[in-house]
């Protein structure tokens, strides 16, 4: 799992798991989720790739509704720089496409779930033509509702599904629980819904599940959303350069660290190794693999992941962690704002939401994301992380008339930056969950709580980045994410939704729990290598082969 923990609720296009959420998704579950039925319906283990998929994947056709100031390159999202025009709200729905219909909504929450009969819900409902209700839960324990879930046959007619739950025996549980959305989305019919014609092939290639195209994507940039985020108002008033190797980095971290004041170099610097060693991703089991020199190699199998946990060793064993990274509590980013740790990694995201809640406090606060070094100073080598990572299903129990309203709520909360879809479904209602303060939409507390974690995981469109009240943050996120993408690499599996067979699919489930006892010298890194040997001997081997025959037989998705 990666760091990308905040303390706030996720929100639209920012959706982002809490480090609890994380954890539940490892630990969570697994007795419900064995519950789960396997695949039918044509459902199957593996991947669907190459001809095969293009018979299933929808046409492309590039949205022309709104132009953003800078535009995707090297995989970045798009970039709006400049406060929203409420005055010059284009429409891109130009007629309700939802019949009336009934359709209840399953959906984790963090937080306290508003009413649901509150303003936000009655105006969504009224512009797109549906009656919706929501069964909001837990987003912090989802993963063991999703179980107890898909192991019953009640399911609520749409589930919205994390990526990071696709676990266990989740994926060929969807294959028998949803419908397949191939017969309505396909090819040119998916111009029946023009946003969601313009949501990239690559993430509606991993909503083919089983064989079916099963799912609306949440599509994503690929770079790497693991950011280094650094105190630059502490670096300017200390003088600090930033470092530029790993060994520069221990150096001034060292100089950097002073105990006494509570002041540590960094948190925990995991993930963010990974990426200076050009580790394999970890975001997703299938791209833990690439082809190299004719041969599949598992990202626990390279010398450049033993490095990269060697390096995190020595932070620790120098003593510029901060403590409480050490013992696993707290939150990482809250240390990093109180000027306790000057460097830590998390989401993309952390720039913005850090900046905006410091900045009503700190007028002089501001954080920057250094670009990420290779090894030994030079250009790293990024791995591509999924382009999709939320998904939305319909029941195989839904009536068509369902389905139908069901792809006209996505097609309406796919709606670009800048259209009159856009600001309803992330904003709400004016004068109930927002005012326009000096021509900038603001939510009132009423729209925190309400205008969140419902409509706006169930469609979206291309990757974009946009912060009103702070463009200049999205220009450095956009800007960043360009820099990185230029070094960024696809593996083998990139873009694929792999259903591995249900007898190893937690083979490797104790390996990150031994990197986290490894870089704070519980364990040694011999036991590392030992764990790879156990996990080629129970199975690592076999899976290995089995990714290479899906492999021939598909081909890659990456290009």
């Known amino acids: 799992m990666t760091p990308n923990s905040v303390t706030s609720a996720p929100s639209r296009r920012r959706f982002l798991a809490s480090t609890a959420v994380a954890a539940a998704a490892v630990a969570g579950g697994t007795p419900l989720l064995a519950a789960c039925g396997g695949g039918n319906d044509g459902g199957k283990d593996g991947t669907t790739s190459g001809k095969d998929a293009r018979k299933i994947l929808p046409a492309f056709v590039a949205s022309s509704v709104v132009t953003p100031d800078l535009p995707s390159k090297?995989?970045?999202?798009?970039?709006?720089?400049?406060?929203?025009?409420?005055?010059?709200?284009?429409?891109?729905?130009?007629?309700?496409?939802?019949?009336?219909?009934?359709?209840?909504?399953?959906?984790?929450?963090?937080?306290?779930?508003?009413?649901?009969?509150?303003?936000?819900?009655?105006?969504?409902?009224?512009?797109?033509?549906?009656?919706?209700?929501?069964?909001?839960?837990?987003?912090?324990?989802?993963?063991?509702?999703?179980?107890?879930?898909?192991?019953?046959?009640?399911i609520p007619d749409v589930v919205v599904v994390p990526g990071w739950n696709l676990n266990g025996r989740i994926p060929s549980a969807i294959d028998a629980k949803f419908a397949d959305l191939g017969?309505?989305?396909?090819?040119?019919?998916?111009?029946?819904?023009?946003?969601?014609?313009?949501?990239?092939?690559?993430?509606?290639?991993?909503s083919i599940f089983g064989g079916r195209l099963r799912a609306i994507p949440m599509p994503a940039s690929y770079v790497t959303n693991i950011a280094p985020f650094y105190r630059k108002d502490v670096f300017a008033k200390k003088g600090y350069t930033l470092p530029k190797s790993p060994d520069e980095f221990l150096a001034w971290a060292k100089e950097a660290t002073d105990a006494r004041a509570k002041v540590w170099a960094c948190d925990d610097l995991k993930w963010t190794a990974f990426n200076i060693y050009g580790v394999l991703n970890g975001s997703d089991k299938a791209l833990w693999w690439d082809l190299r020199d004719g041969k599949l190699v598992n990202?626990?199998?390279?010398?450049?992941?033993?490095?990269?946990?060697?390096?995190t060793r020595k932070l620790y064993a120098a003593g510029v962690v901060h403590p409480d990274a050490r013992a696993v509590k707290g939150d990482a980013s809250n240390r990093f704002t109180a000027g306790q740790s000057l460097v830590f990694n998390g989401d993309l995201s952390y720039w913005y939401g850090s900046t905006a809640e410091q900045r009503t406090q700190k007028t002089d606060f501001e954080m920057g994301a250094f670009d990420i070094f290779g090894p030994d100073g030079g250009?790293?080598?990024?791995?591509?992380?999924?382009?999709?990572?939320?998904?939305?299903?319909?029941?195989?129990?839904?009536?068509e008339r369902q389905i139908k309203d069901f792809l006209a709520l996505a097609d309406f909360c796919a709606a670009p930056y800048g259209t009159k879809e856009y600001m309803l479904t992330v904003y709400g209602v004016e004068g109930t969950d927002y005012t326009v303060k000096n021509g900038l939409?603001?939510?009132?507390?009423?729209?925190?709580?309400?205008?969140?974690?419902?409509?706006?995981?169930?469609?979206?469109?291309?990757?974009?980045?946009?912060?009103?009240?702070?463009?200049?943050?999205?220009?450095?996120?956009?800007?960043w994410q360009q820099r990185m993408g230029a070094f960024t690499r696809k593996s083998s599996f990139y873009g694929l939704t792999i259903t591995e067979p249900n007898r190893w699919t937690n083979l490797a489930n104790d390996f990150e729990q031994l990197e986290d006892d490894i870089v704070r010298g519980r364990k040694?890194?011999?036991?590392?290598?030992?764990?790879?040997?156990?996990?080629?001997?129970?199975?690592?081997?076999?899976?290995?082969?089995?990714?290479?025959?899906?492999?021939?037989?598909?081909?890659?998705?990456?290009?």
């Not at 990202?299 to 390096?311: F, G, H, M, P």
């Not at 419902?454 to 200049?472: R, S, V």
């Open 183 to 206: 017969p309505y989305l396909s090819g040119d019919k998916v111009k029946d819904y023009p946003n969601l014609a313009a949501v990239p092939t690559d993430a509606w290639q991993r």
């Open 524 to 559: 040694k890194t011999g036991d590392m290598q030992q764990a790879v040997a156990d996990w080629k001997r129970k199975g690592g081997d076999d899976l290995r082969a089995w990714y290479g025959k899906l492999l021939d037989d598909n081909g890659s998705a990456a290009k």
């Open 441 to 479: 939409p603001t939510k009132t507390a009423k729209g925190t709580n309400e205008v969140n974690g419902a409509y706006d995981y169930t469609g979206d469109p291309a990757a974009y980045l946009a912060h009103p009240d702070l463009p200049e943050i999205a220009r450095l996120q956009v800007e």
């Open 74 to 154: 090297n995989g970045s999202a798009a970039g709006f720089t400049r406060a929203i025009d409420l005055g010059a709200l284009k429409t891109s729905v130009p007629k309700k496409l939802g019949s009336g219909g009934d359709l209840k909504i399953m959906s984790p929450f963090w937080g306290t779930p508003p009413r649901g009969d509150n303003a936000y819900y009655t105006a969504m409902n009224e512009a797109i033509g549906i009656s919706a209700s929501w069964q909001n839960q837990d987003g912090n324990t989802y993963d063991e509702k999703l179980g107890a879930i898909l192991a019953s046959s009640d």
């Open 379 to 399: 250009d790293p080598t990024l791995w591509a992380t999924q382009p999709a990572g939320i998904f939305t299903f319909v029941s195989r129990k839904a009536s």
């Open 299 to 311: 990202r626990i199998e390279t010398d450049e992941y033993l490095e990269a946990l060697e390096w």
